[in-house]
């Protein structure tokens, strides 16, 4: 069973620059997360969704931080403008319902 | 709110024991347990979804008290092998991480 897919691994850019992070989740399942995790720190929900509807995006920064789920499969992640705190991996994770996440290899920014 | 851990870090002995604990401010309805190693990303170890039920995995075990809101990760006999960050992780609807304990086992 192929595992969560997520590109690209490694993005260094200029800080005031935009990114995209794409996902592509275990094929079924019906609920998708992005999580921020900074050096040293655990891993902090952006957001997640249900299918294609979003279920908690309070932790996202909504005036540069963007995504979007379409059809209920694939997901992407934008940031624009980037900043120096954004800095960070991105990670993408999959679950069938309640149960295990399953993560991605992760996104790793650079912003200079 | 984030769960929080104790210990924040832990170094061991191959062979000792350690007990990592997890307590939420908000009722829990089920925890789960990651282990992430260096540049990786977690990797689920278990869930516990009752009260007081232990599960296991390799030496590694859990316990969950929903009236303390609270769960513990109990490893034995740690190896090599062990080294990481542990995460414990909560929630059925929002699903947010604790503040991860590093744990090291040395030779």
């Known amino acids: 069973e192929a595992g969560v897919a997520q590109s690209p691994r490694y993005k260094i850019i200029e800080k005031r620059q935009s990114v995209a992070f794409w996902c592509n989740p275990i094929?079924?399942?019906?609920?998708l997360y992005w999580y921020q995790q900074i050096l040293g720190q655990g891993p902090k929900l952006l957001i997640q969704?249900?299918?294609?509807?979003?279920?908690?995006d309070s932790q996202l920064p909504k005036d540069r931080f963007s995504a979007e789920r379409l059809k209920g499969v694939d997901s992407t992640l934008k940031i624009q403008p980037a900043k120096l705190e954004d800095s960070a991996v991105y990670l993408c994770?999959?679950?069938?319902?309640?149960?295990?996440?399953?993560f991605g290899e992760g996104s790793r920014l650079t912003v200079l | 709110q984030q769960p929080v851990q104790s210990p924040q870090a832990v170094i061991l002995r191959e062979g000792e024991d350690a007990v990592i604990n997890c307590s939420s401010s908000?009722?829990?309805?089920?925890v789960h347990w990651y282990r992430q190693k260096h540049g990786e990303a977690p990797v689920f170890l278990m869930i516990?979804?009752?009260?007081?039920e232990q599960k296991g995995h390799e030496k590694i075990s859990a316990s969950f008290n929903e009236k303390k809101q609270q769960s513990s990760l109990y490893l034995t006999a740690s190896q090599l092998s062990y080294s990481g960050t542990y995460f414990c992780?909560?929630?059925?609807?929002?699903?947010?991480f604790g503040t991860g304990t590093r744990l090291k086992v040395l030779a």
């Open positions: 994770a999959s679950s069938p319902g309640a149960g295990e996440l399953f």
């Open positions: 094929s079924g399942h019906a609920t």
């Open positions: 969704f249900q299918n294609n509807g979003v279920v908690d």
């Open positions: 908000k009722a829990l309805y089920s």
């Open positions: 516990l979804l009752k009260g007081g």
């Open positions: 992780g909560t929630g059925t609807y929002k699903y947010i």
